[in-house]
Every structure is written in structure tokens, then in C-alpha cells.
């Protein structure tokens, strides 16, 4: 299992296929050049290609209210309607501007680590927010180089680790204003435990349960649920956004502002028994946060359900146990929870380029909206017209259906298509092909898009090619661009021809070209990748 | 267009219809045109036959303090600062106490918010189930609601009961016999053999084919785009043979557009509401759309709806006092929306026709937590009403906290399995005959003989 994929099958369309998986696909001219790339080079190249670690999000910073020397939260801004815009907004940019597999990563982990701005709560929303982001973000850019501080403010709490390791990011979140506030850590003290940490670590975060991905290793117990949370405990927030001139309601040592500290006495340092195990390997008690973590990247549970969701991920809905034991042994093993390592070991294995890989995901909605963007060559819409999209793609990234994030296509698909979902999905496309605005819910959001430019149609439809006669040579260029790796059948052909050609007639061939677009990209045949 | 178009209509129109591909796999063979005739008996046509409405209060609601066993010393201690009492205006069942698993009757009364529900207990439209859940209670929120939607505790749900009862007893009924009022779908209407004949949207007012209305041009490329997809097509039916993923988006996009249609169709015909106090929050619109398809006739006769927020494990109360905090105002949401409803359905003439159910995937601990709320328990209690619901009676018995709170992981046990309780709703609500059970409900619980609780004819 897991053999590297022979160079002699590298292939277009494998090349296409890697391309849409570990980031949103790509131009026809940058598919046929990392097809090259692995022709000229090799496939590792190729790969290697893919996970480059250069992303800094430079090119994607805080908006400028975040950086008010007054109040990090941006108390100098206007309403909260604005601000969740805003951060909507440039959660997208950073999937459309990242380093594609960064970018793709960090879509997995807003996800698999979903926090709840309603429970983060107004006074630290946005600071929380942004800063759970960029270190969420850091760590799907993989940048080892040196620094091991998630964020200012938090670093003398957090252990020694570095970006890109997955064991490093559950302890980097569970010390999180954004995560302690969703899962109540906060209040969760000695002799007054709040389960809620404790619980979602083992069963979301890490552990996973049921039998789905393994037949044979234990599920934690509630028992352990309340070890887990007994060992964090005492994690509080220092209550000031800004520095503050009163000396008596400063900390001692001084905190910079909003950060995360130990009160040592609300904290449960009694020794504990934890799955089975009363004491930690190397000898010592079990007793607080790291030690559970520890713990459970120790077994093999955790491995396995985290590989299971990263093979769901980029990969394939069903893959079988004997698999996922293999790619559970490499990530704990082998790569020690580091990421891109391990992801390596998937793009370039003969599995993943199996036919029941290819073409069998739905795509969920950031993929859907950050491929179309970059097929299409199109800014993103206004802060208010993606805040609208989102809402009917059913993806708010403030606001998760539950701390479980966005329950993934289980098999088919279905619950990235609801049907609401679907019809907007056939809507959508006329944004940017005849900028229908109408499908907007609020007048709001129809006027913020007055001033959004028109695609460069040039680019997607060369002038020489949209003669009638050339109708074939422009169907191909089209479906090249966005529909990769799929073909229309004849009768769908035929109807397209059939059109743009009376459209054309009538009102002219760019006119043709709009509905063309318009229509592909509504296509059921668009929803798959 | 035939707006009134069902599936028996589309097969007897479609060249495809009657022979769909039987080289895919089960679970994809079956659409909404062409499920098996093996079915028993129908649901009735729309605009005539009896409605469930599923009300699911997502995050696991305290019942506890929704049916207040406000005499019970253990709640009082269990609760010191959480507690309800008579002092804060609570709702007393005057007329009889509760059946409790301790052998002696409980004293309950309704949170002080939910005056409509007291209303409708006096009326004899509500009855309350007490004791719900079932065995070896998970407290996920996730995997206990997986429970719930699939009817399958302790096994890998891969369907949910109402999609189960679909297939089963819903040969011929429309593309919309269920609708789940949400922006994403739910396991409890995923059908076991491919696309249902139930929809899920959040907004119906933008559940409509709409490509060029703000361009001033005056065409539509919705016929052209339902062609291209093969759903009018002569030959083409637009439903791959080899790909899986394919063929199940190609189902729902089929779906989708016969589904709008249906949809404008019903909420063009019924017009305005009739009671004009509705709220306005996410759960009063959804039942605002839902009582609109009911006026408007829609075909449906199962209606879903959600409120997401009940998992209180803080702030269930803000400090000092109980009638502040999260439960507080959400409990005030429900009883405003479900009001609303229910007026509405009276001025419709529509009360006899609705039940509705109202569950969560689990209630929570006796023993409230350190920071104001309570952590995830077990058993809890439902109501359902409804003109014809046989009310202002106890279903099940409260449990024995005192018992639960020492053993029980501090969560209630329960005495009535929730499939119980689904089964009474399909049999003496819905009419589905007892032989079609097993098929709906693969795994039975031990009990599983229906509750009473629809008023004799």
C-alpha cells in the first residue's frame, strides 16, 4: 500500500486531478505546465511543487481596523454587521490568493477545528477571530522557519512545536481566546468542571469515535471525557483588549493585551488515569493539558481519524480500513503528525490516483466558489455579495452548523447540496456572466456589486474562435478552462451549439459566449471534482 | 410548464422514467420518478391529508427546566442557582401531576415562557411524553442526533426514518412530499436508495430558477438549462450509467427543478397569511414559509424545522437570575414562533390537519455544571400537539432524578424509546399499517407497541 504512483502513469489527466485536489485547479496553461513538469522532471517534482512552504499571507493582512493602536478588536470601527463582512471577505481571499495547498489546508482546518463566533462573544470577537486565523493559516502554510508562538500575546504558554504539525496545532488551539471561548474553557476550573473541551477534544479533534475507520482500538470512555477536562483547567483570558494605565488592574507579571494565562490555582493538578494508562510513558503523573494531548496522539485512534479525514478530504468518501491503517502508521510513525510530509505520501501514491478517486467528490462550497473565481479570472464579489453568497451556499464561516464544523459529503455528496443549495449553485454562475444580481437577497448587497468589473472575456474566448464554424474549437477552449477532466455528452453538444448559434445570429457572438458560460458552470457535470 | 407535475405524472411522460439503469448500484437506482411499487398505502394528496411538523431544538435542550419538576428537592439541590421555582412565575399543571418512574406522581409545570404550550395542555391540544431517549445514550451532540434522524441507535446510521418511511409508503407521491426548512439537509430525510422526494432551502422567495430578471432581457434559458440536464429531454436522460457522483448530483439538480415549481406553485396560491402578529426571527420565518405551503396546498405532508443554540453550558441563566439568559430567551423564541403557527393553522382551518413534534438529540445533566449551565445528559421530554392529538395527558414517566443523578451519569433515563414515539406519529397519525415497521424501523426496541396519541375518531 501507498507505492508511489509510476512515473509511466503520470498522465493529463492525473495531472489535472492532483491540481484540483491540492488546491482549486488551475488555468489550461498552468495545467499543462505542471503536466510537464512531472514529464520533464518526475512526478515527486511535480508534487514537490504543490507543497512548497513560501506562503507568509503577506499579500493578505488584517484589514486596517484590526490594527488600531487603541483596541486590537477594532472598537474604532463601525458596527458588527461590518466587521463579520469584513472578516468574511477576507477569509476568501486568503483561499484565493494563498498558496493553493495552503490555502486548501486551511479550508480543512477551519473545519476540522470550527469555532463559534456566537460564543466567542462581542468583547473578544474579532481580535479572537483574526488571531485564530492566522495561526490556523500558519500552520497550512507549513512555515517551519523558526517560529514557535502561535500568536503574541500566548507564546510563553505554548509548548515548543513549530507550523505544520497537527499534534503542535490541537495544543495551539486549545490555547486559543477563540477556542476557549467557544468550547467554555474558560469557565472550566478545578472542582467546577465544564465538560465541553474535554469532550469535542477527544471526539472532534483528535480521537474521533465509532467504527468507521477502525474495527479494533478502544473508544475513550466517559471517564476519560472528565479526565480531559479536569486537566484543562484554569485557562483564563486576561480581560483587557488594551493596555490599561491602572496599575491595580494590571497582571503581575504585565500581560500584553488579550491573552491567555494559567491560574495555577484553578488548575486540577491531581494525577490522573487516561485510556487506560495511569501514568505518562516516559514515567511521570498525567496531569494537565499537554499531557492529555500526549496522550492521545499516542494512539494509534487518533492517527487513524485524523488520516481518514484528510484521505476524505483530498482524496476519496469511502476509504477502506487496511488503508487508512497504513496512512495512520506513516502519520504518526513515519512523519510524527507533520503535515505536508505525510500529504506528500498521498500525492504521490498509486491510490490516490485510483478510479474511485478521480471525479468523485462533490465540490464543497469554498472549493466551488474559489475554483470558479480563479477559472474565470474574476475579483471576488463585495464583502456583502459574499456574504450572501455564502449564506445560500449553506458555508458561513462564522457560523458553523455545529462545533463540528460543516459535516462533510459522506459518499454522495448530499450534504453540501441541499436542495436550496443546488438551485443556487445553477444561479449563481449568471453573477458573472450577465451580472444578474437578482439572486442577491437584500438591495444592500445589489448595489454593492454596481462597480464589479466584467470578465476579461478575451482571455476565456478568444475573438478568433467564436465564429459558428469554430463552435467545436470553442467548446473545447471552454470546457479546458472549466470543466477539467470532464466531457459533455452529445445531446448537451448539440443544445449548445444550437443556441449559440441562434444567439449569435441575434445578438451577437460575445452575447453566445456569456450563455455558454453561464450554462456550463450551472451544469450538474460542474459540481464534481 | 406542469406545475402540478408529480413523479406518477413524470414516469407516465418520461421515456426514461420506467427504465432506469440497473447496472448502478442500489442506493442510486431509485429517484423521485421511479421508485418501486411496492408501496402499501399513500400518504394523502396535498391540500387534504394529515401534516407532521418535526421541531428539532438543536443542542440538546434542557427539559429539566422546560418541565419543571419544581417540588422535586432533588432539582432544587441539583440546581441551587439554576433552579426554577414558584417565585419566578413558572407555569403549574394544575389539574394532575406527572406518572413518575419513582412510583410517585411529579409535580411539573411549563418554563414561564412557554404560555402557549399551558395554553394548548388546557385546551387538550398538547400532550407531553416524558422520559424519552434510548439505550446506552450517547452524549455527542452529533452522534446522538445521528441516532435520532436515523432511528438506529448504536449502529452506523446510513438513512434516516423519514427517508426510510418514504421509500417505503411513498410510491406516486411528489417531488416535495418532505420539506426541511434549513440551509442544509438532514440525515433524518436521507432516503436509502438515492434522491428522496423531499427538498431542504432556507428561503423560498429564492428558491426559483433566476438567471436574467435584473438584466431587462425578456428570455429564460430554464427550459434550455432543463433540456441540457435531460429532464424534458426526448432521449437523453441525463443520468450517467458508470459514475456515481455524477449520477447523484444529475438526481438532484433533477430534483431541484421540479421542486421549485412545486414550490412557487403552492406559495403563489396560498397568498397572505391570515394571522398578522408573526415574529420576526430565523425560526418564526421558517414556520412562516411552512404555514404559507400549507395554505397554498403544497403536496407536502411532512414539514421540518430547526433551532439550533440549546447546548447551555454556560450562561444558561445569567447570575442571579433564572428568567435571563440563553434557554430563557430561546424558549421565548419557540413559544412566539410556534404561537404564530398555531394561530395561523386555527384561522386557516388547518389545526386538525398539523402535528407537531418536538425533540432534541439528548437533555442534559441533573446536577448543573460550575458556570451556569449543565453539561450533556441523556432522557428528556417531548410534546406534541395538535387539534387531534389526544392532550392535556402524560405520556411515558418522569424520571427518578434522585436515582439518575447518584447512578445514571448524572443524566435521566429513559422509560419510552424515541422510536416509540415515531412509530405512534406514522401509525395513528399518518395511517401507515403496522407490517410496514419493520422496514421503517430495521432495529425495534424492546417496547415498541404506539402510544395513544391521537384522539379516537
Known sequence: MLDPLPQESWSRANAKHLLQRAGFGGSPEEQEAFYQLGVDQSIEAAVDSLLETNEDWSSVPWPEWTQSEEDPNGETYGGQNLRRRDFNRWYFENLNEGQPLAAKLLKFFVDHFAIDSAAIGQYYRYIGLFRYMDMLRKHAAGNVAGADHPFEGDERLVPDGHYGNFKTMVNHVSWSIAMIRTLDLYVSIRNSINENFGRELLELFAMGIGDIYTDDDDEYTEEDVLAAAEAFTGRKIYGYRYEVNDAARRQNPPLPPASIFQNNNQQDNSAKEFYGQSSMPGGGDIVDGDDIIDLTFNSIRTAKHLSWKLWRYFASPEPSKDLITALALRFRDTHDYEIRPFLKDIFMSSEFYDASVINVQVKDAGDFMTCLTKQLGAPLPSRDAMEDIMQQLGYEVLFPPSIAGWPEPDGSGNTWLSTGAMVFRMNMPSIWSHHNYAIFTTGRTRGSMEDFPELDWETIAPSNLRTVENFPLLLDALLERLLPNRSLRKSQIRTLHDRYSTVTQQLGSLEGVKELVQLILALPEYQTQ | ?457
Open chain 2, 1 to 457: 410548464m406542469n406545475i402540478k407535475l408529480n413523479r406518477r405524472d413524470f414516469v407516465a411522460k418520461s421515456a426514461w422514467g420506467a427504465t432506469a439503469s440497473l447496472t448502478l448500484p442500489g442506493f442510486l437506482q431509485q429517484t423521485i420518478f421511479n421508485l418501486d411499487a411496492r408501496a402499501q398505502s399513500l400518504p394523502s394528496p396535498g391540500g387534504e391529508g394529515p401534516i407532521i411538523l418535526l421541531m428539532e431544538m438543536a443542542g440538546g435542550n434542557d427539559t429539566l427546566n422546560t418541565l419543571i419538576p419544581y417540588t422535586n428537592s432533588t432539582y432544587n439541590e441539583a440546581r441551587p442557582t439554576i433552579r426554577l421555582g414558584e417565585e419566578h412565575n413558572i407555569l403549574k399543571i394544575t389539574d394532575k401531576n406527572g406518572p413518575s418512574a419513582t412510583g410517585n406522581d411529579e409535580a411539573l409545570a411549563f418554563h414561564p415562557n412557554l404560555t402557549a404550550f399551558n395554553q394548548l395542555w388546557q385546551e387538550g391540544d398538547l400532550g407531553i411524553i416524558n422520559g424519552v431517549g434510548y439505550p446506552n445514550p450517547s452524549l455527542s451532540h452529533f452522534t446522538s442526533f445521528d441516532y435520532w434522524h436515523s432511528a438506529e441507535p448504536n449502529g452506523s446510521p446510513k438513512d434516516g426514518w423519514v427517508g426510510r418511511y418514504l421509500d417505503n409508503q411513498c410510491d406516486g407521491c411528489g417531488a416535495t412530499t418532505g420539506i426541511y426548512i434549513n440551509r442544509r439537509p438532514t440525515l433524518a430525510f436521507r432516503s436509502g436508495q438515492g434522491i428522496g422526494p423531499t427538498v431542504t432551502f432556507a428561503n423560498s422567495q429564492y428558491f426559483n430558477w433566476n438567471d436574467l430578471a435584473s438584466t431587462g432581457k425578456e428570455k429564460s434559458l430554464e427550459g434550455l438549462y432543463r433540456n441540457l440536464i435531460g429532464l424534458d429531454h426526448a432521449v437523453d436522460p441525463g443520468i450517467s450509467e458508470v459514475d456515481d457522483t455524477l449520477a447523484y448530483v444529475q438526481r438532484a439538480a433533477h430534483s431541484a427543478m421540479i421542486s421549485i415549481a412545486s414550490v412557487q406553485s403552492a406559495i403563489e396560491s396560498g397568498g397572505d397569511l391570515l394571522y398578522d402578529q408573526w415574529p420576526t426571527n430565523g425560526l418564526a420565518n421558517s414556520l412562516r414559509t411552512i404555514a404559507q405551503l400549507i395554505k397554498g396546498q403544497s403536496e407536502t405532508s411532512i414539514y421540518y424545522a430547526r433551532q439550533g443554540g440549546y447546548d447551555t453550558h454556560n450562561n444558561q441563566i445569567f447570575t442571579g437570575d433564572p428568567l435571563t439568559g440563553r434557554h430563557f430567551n430561546l424558549l421565548q423564541t419557540l413559544n412566539g414562533a410556534l404561537d404564530a403557527f398555531i394561530q395561523e393553522m386555527k384561522m386557516q382551518g388547518n389545526w386538525d390537519r398539523v402535528v407537531i413534534l418536538t425533540f432534541s438529540e439528548f437533555g442534559r445533566k441533573v446536577i448543573q455544571n460550575g458556570s451556569l449551565g449543565t453539561d450533556h445528559g441523556a432522557a428528556e421530554s417531548l410534546f406534541v400537539m395538535g387539534g387531534q392529538v389526544k392532550g392535556n395527558e402524560f405520556y411515558g414517566l418522569y424520571p427518578d432524578i434522585a436515582e439518575d443523578a447518584r447512578i445514571k451519569n448524572n443524566s435521566m433515563d429513559f422509560n419510552v424509546d424515541f422510536r416509540t414515539v415515531y412509530r405512534s406519529v406514522l401509525e395513528k397519525w399518518m395511517g401507515v399499517p403496522a407490517s410496514a415497521m419493520p422496514n421503517i424501523f430495521p432495529s425495534q426496541p424492546v417496547e415498541f407497541d404506539p402510544l395513544d396519541i391521537i384522539k379516537p375518531l
